[in-house]
């Protein structure tokens, strides 16, 4: 009896892959936190203009195909829905060899293989442990396989094009083991002139492995299709291209263990990796582009825009590295239907596209997208959205945050969620450039965690509530820094205090006890500057840090040692509109 759902991936092979606070190592290069940054002392009076920028890496980091740096190490135990699916549970003894540049008809080993002007089908009906070795190139060819029984194809060196169809064109419905042999390089591609899925199509379970490199290019429709769920295990080194439709697409799951996975995709609404049921990440890297604009569904009566990643179901990310941009209109790093789950690895996410009208029909960008619940209970999340209405992190649902580091820098509400927001744990940055740091339009619950939030300045405030509908702010524990102030109204369980002003790009030094967290303001942002702990805070502006542990690309810094600065006055602060008295916006003034 074959085991389903085999939940082995939750079983986390390093303590790396689930972050609970700020860290040294950083993909980007580290950070060398400057020396006062320019400070001198004097107060910025011109903000209050709708507008709020930064700096520091999350502000600059893109993201590009890489298929040449290693594949990271650090990874969660890998998933298999089945342990069938595993290639050491298997072994294929029947080899047949097929060489493309000069294909053969044989029958072999109870094997049949048909040659057609090129074209090659191998047939092994009931033969049992079948492994297909292909070698050779075709620029107009194709290789077919059909049977009763799992197989493996060893890919060892190929090429293939196929103008009419799919080149590699799996039309059993069992188990396929796709072995890339190891150094070998190997292409795949269609034309223009069929109605295929793919110009990899796999119409049972597709289960790639090896240490080799393959190439697929679709130009009639998707890249890799499988009618099931694929399977990426540690080695591969994959790009796929499509210029019509998906890079990816799968109807049953996709599970990425590990690998190299290389993705563009460049039709309008298309998907780099698109998936009907759940999306599980566990280790690699896996880097998708998408450059197409936003398209008009006729049949689901909506607009669309193109997404590194998209989901009909779940989205689970354990381990290794996702690297997402779209740059069309209405584009998303990731979009999934159901819920998204961060437990451990790193998510970079760019999208540079404004919002895709089509009618009175629109589709706006987002880092984040999920239609259900949003949880973070480790790893690393940046997120930077720049176009028109691009919100960072979102989700129709809840959203909560218990452990890693999350940084969103949108050009709308950097974090969002349509009904209950809980921060309790992390490190959690929310810069919205013309809107709202955090917004929660049921309860928001800050509870713990560091959690570093600026607006764009008056009406908006740092961290809201949606007061409107009956819903607060609870405040009631963590290390807050706040650039705008608090929702009106909120329930400040733990104690909020106020500077009497603030300086734009200044380094600020906060201590609690013997524990310090030292931020850099905005170089324009919200009225006002509001700090929460579990005891009053020493604050301090102008200061320079040395050592510590970095996050949010060099904004944030947890310990490190502490020179210089100037002591800022605190007051009790009670949230809302009154917070000192009016006096207009920008740094040093109030809302």
């Known amino acids: 009896m074959m085991m389903r759902k085999v939940m082995i991936f939750m079983l986390f092979t390093i303590t790396m892959t689930v972050m609970t606070c700020c860290t040294t190592e950083d993909p980007l290069e580290d950070f060398v936190a400057p020396v006062n940054n320019g400070w001198t002392g004097g107060e910025n009076m011109q903000g209050g203009n709708g507008s709020s920028a930064t700096t520091g890496k999350l502000a600059t980091f893109d993201v590009a195909l890489d298929a040449e740096t290693t594949e990271p190490a650090e990874a969660a135990t890998a998933y298999y829905p089945e342990e069938e699916d595993m290639l050491e549970n298997n072994e294929f003894t029947t080899e047949v060899a097929i060489d493309l540049s000069a294909p053969v008809a044989k029958t072999e080993?109870?094997?049949?293989?048909?040659?057609?002007?090129?074209?090659?089908?191998?047939?092994?009906?009931?033969?049992?442990?079948?492994?297909?070795?292909?070698?050779?190139?075709?620029?107009?060819?194709?290789?077919?396989?059909?049977?009763?029984?799992?197989?493996?194809?060893?890919?060892?060196?190929?090429?293939?094009?196929?103008?009419?169809?799919?080149?590699?064109?799996?039309?059993?419905s069992k188990r396929a083991f796709i072995i890339l042999t190891d150094g070998t390089t190997n292409t795949l591609a269609d034309g223009t002139g069929g109605s295929q899925k793919g110009a990899f199509y796999c119409k049972g379970k597709l289960l790639l492995s090896g240490t080799g490199s393959l190439s697929v290019t679709g130009n009639t429709s998707n890249g890799?299709?499988?009618?099931?769920?694929?399977?990426?295990?540690?080695?591969?080194?994959?790009?796929?291209?499509?210029?019509?439709?998906?890079?990816?697409?799968?109807?049953?799951?996709?599970?990425?263990?590990?690998?190299?996975?290389?993705?563009?995709?460049?039709?309008?609404?298309?998907?780099?990796?698109?998936?009907?049921?759940?999306?599980?990440?566990?280790?690699?890297?896996?880097?998708?582009?998408?450059?197409?604009?936003?398209?008009?569904?006729?049949?689901?009566?909506?607009?669309?825009?193109?997404?590194g990643i998209k989901a009909d179901g779940t989205l689970t990310m354990n381990g290794g590295e996702m690297?997402?941009?779209?740059?069309?209109?209405?584009?998303?790093?990731?979009?999934?239907?159901?819920?998204?789950?961060?437990?451990?690895?790193?998510?970079?996410?760019?999208?540079?596209?404004?919002?895709?009208?089509?009618?009175?029909?629109?589709?706006?960008?987002?880092?984040?997208?999920?239609?259900?619940?949003?949880?973070?209970?480790?790893?690393?999340?940046?997120?930077?959205t720049s176009g028109n209405s691009g919100e960072g992190i979102e989700t129709k649902s809840e959203l909560s945050i218990t452990g890693g580091e999350v940084a969103s820098y949108s050009y709308d509400d950097a974090i969002n969620s349509k009904s209950t927001m809980t921060i309790s744990g992390g490190y959690v940055y929310a810069h919205g450039q013309h809107n709202d740091g955090i917004d929660a339009n049921g309860n928001c619950y800050i509870k713990g965690g560091t959690v570093y939030?600026?607006?764009?300045?008056?009406?908006?405030?740092?961290?809201?509530?949606?007061?409107?509908?009956?819903?607060?702010?609870?405040?009631?524990?963590?290390?807050i820094v706040a650039v705008g102030g608090l929702e009106s109204g909120s329930s400040l369980t733990q104690s909020c205090y106020q500077a009497s002003s603030w300086s734009a790009s200044a380094w600020y030094a906060m201590t609690v006890g013997t524990s310090t967290f030292s931020f850099q303001t905005p170089s324009s942002?919200?009225?006002?500057?509001?700090?929460?702990?579990?005891?009053?805070?020493?604050?301090?502006?102008?200061?320079?840090?040395?050592?510590?542990?970095?996050?949010?690309?060099?904004?944030?810094?947890?310990?490190?040692?502490?020179?210089?600065?100037?002591?800022?006055?605190?007051?009790?602060?009670?949230?809302?509109?009154?917070m000192g008295g009016n006096m207009g916006g920008g740094p040093g003034g109030w809302r």
Do not use: M
């Open 109 to 172: 080993n109870g094997v049949e293989v048909t040659v057609a002007n090129g074209h090659i089908t191998a047939n092994h009906g009931d033969t049992k442990k079948v492994c297909y070795t292909l070698t050779g190139t075709t620029a107009n060819g194709s290789f077919t396989v059909v049977g009763n029984k799992k197989y493996a194809v060893k890919l060892n060196g190929v090429s293939i094009t196929n103008p009419d169809s799919a080149a590699l064109n799996l039309l059993s």
């Open 224 to 307: 890799i299709h499988s009618a099931d769920y694929i399977v990426f295990g540690k080695g591969c080194n994959i790009h796929v291209k499509s210029t019509a439709n998906h890079g990816i697409k799968a109807n049953d799951g996709i599970f990425i263990n590990g690998g190299i996975l290389n993705v563009e995709v460049s039709a309008a609404a298309a998907k780099g990796i698109n998936c009907e049921g759940d999306i599980i990440v566990n280790g690699g890297r896996t880097t998708v582009l998408t450059t197409g604009g936003g398209a008009y569904d006729s049949e689901e009566g909506e607009a669309k825009g193109a997404a």
């Open 323 to 384: 690297w997402l941009k779209s740059t069309g209109a209405g584009g998303k790093g990731i979009n999934t239907d159901s819920e998204a789950n961060f437990n451990g690895g790193s998510v970079y996410v760019v999208t540079t596209g404004s919002q895709y009208r089509s009618g009175n029909d629109t589709s706006s960008p987002k880092g984040i997208k999920a239609d259900g619940s949003i949880s973070i209970a480790g790893g690393r999340l940046w997120v930077r």
């Open 453 to 479: 939030a600026i607006c764009s300045g008056s009406p908006e405030v740092a961290i809201d509530a949606n007061t409107e509908g009956g819903y607060k702010l609870y405040v009631e524990g963590g290390t």
């Open 525 to 578: 942002g919200g009225s006002g500057l509001v700090v929460s702990a579990a005891s009053q805070p020493a604050l301090l502006s102008g200061v320079s840090v040395s050592g510590g542990n970095t996050c949010f690309g060099g904004i944030g810094i947890s310990g490190g040692t502490v020179s210089g600065g100037t002591s800022v006055s605190l007051s009790a602060y009670s949230g809302g509109s009154g």
